[in-house]
C-alpha cells in the first residue's frame, strides 16, 4: 500500500530536549516537504526536499532542520523545541512535476506538545 | 502580502444539496491549484487539481472551477452526502516547489 509514514503519532516533550520525527514513503517520490498546522493559520511549510541532499527552507523555517540522506525518508529535527513549537505536524510527498503539478500524499500527523 | 482566503465559518447543507466552497487569493499567479479534503485528526487527502490554463475540472461528484482573472476558486460537491462532512483545503502553486495551503472551510451535511 502506497503510504507516508510518520512516528511518532504523539509526543509530549520538555522545553530544550532534542527531538525527532520521522518521516518516511514507500512511493519513490524525489519530493518531500514537512508542514505544521495550527488552528486558523492552516498548513504552514516548514522545509522541503526536491531530491537527495537537496532541502530548502519553507515559510516557517526556524527552530527546525532537516535531512535527506535516503530518498524515501525526511526527518524533521527540532534541536532545542520551545512551547511555541506545539502544533499538528504532516509529512507530504509526491512526484518532482515542478511545473505541471502532482497530488501530495500526506502522512497521518504527528501531534506534538512541548512543555 | 500574498494571501490566500477561504470561508472561515462553517458552511452547513442539506443531504442532496450542492456544497459550494471558496477560495480567494491575492499577489498570486498560480501554476495550479488543488482541493484536498482533511477529516479530524488525519492528514489532508488529495481530491482535484486545476491548471492555470482550465476552466473547469469534474470527477463524480466534485466539481472545481478556477477564474484567474477574479482570483477565485470555487469547489463543488454535488449530491452531498454527510460522509461528504469534513474540512476542505485549498492548495496553490506558482509552479516551484512551494505550496500555500488556506485555512480550510468545515463543511457539515445534515441527514
Known amino acids: 500500500e502506497a503510504q507516508v509514514t510518520q512516528n511518532p503519532r504523539y509526543l509530549i516533550t520538555v522545553t530544550g530536549k532534542k527531538l525527532t520525527v520521522t518521516c518516511s514513503q514507500n512511493m519513490n517520490h524525489e519530493y518531500m516537504s514537512w508542514y505544521r498546522q495550527d488552528p486558523g493559520l492552516g498548513l504552514r511549510q516548514i522545509y522541503y526536499?526536491?531530491?537527495?541532499?537537496?532541502?530548502d527552507k519553507g515559510d516557517v523555517p526556524e527552530g527546525y532542520k532537516v535531512s535527506r540522506k535516503e530518498k524515501r525518508n525526511f526527518p524533521l529535527i527540532l534541536e532545542s523545541p520551545s512551547p511555541n513549537q506545539t502544533s499538528l505536524y504532516f509529512c507530504?510527498?509526491?512526484?518532482?512535476?515542478?511545473?505541471?503539478?502532482?497530488?501530495?500524499?500526506f502522512g497521518q500527523g504527528t501531534r506534538l506538545t512541548v512543555v | 502580502s500574498q494571501k490566500i482566503e477561504q470561508n472561515s465559518e462553517a458552511l452547513n447543507i442539506q443531504e442532496g444539496k450542492t456544497a459550494t466552497l471558496t477560495c480567494n487569493y491575492t499577489?498570486?499567479?498560480?501554476?495550479?491549484l488543488q482541493w484536498y479534503r482533511q477529516d479530524p485528526g488525519r492528514g489532508p487527502v488529495f481530491l482535484l487539481l486545476i491548471r492555470e490554463n482550465e476552466k473547469e475540472k469534474r470527477k463524480e461528484r466534485l466539481k472545481v472551477t478556477f477564474d484567474t482573472t477574479l482570483k477565485q476558486s470555487l469547489f463543488h460537491i454535488t449530491a452531498s452526502q454527510p460522509a461528504d462532512s469534513a474540512t476542505y483545503l485549498c492548495?496553490?502553486?506558482?509552479?516551484?516547489?512551494?505550496?500555500?495551503f488556506g485555512a480550510g472551510t468545515r463543511l457539515f451535511v445534515k441527514a
Open positions: 492548495a496553490l502553486s506558482t509552479g516551484g516547489f512551494k505550496t500555500i
Open positions: 507530504a510527498s509526491r512526484t518532482s512535476g515542478e511545473k505541471s503539478g502532482t497530488e501530495a500524499f
Open positions: 499577489n498570486y499567479s498560480p501554476a495550479y
Open positions: 526536499s526536491m531530491n537527495v541532499e537537496v532541502t
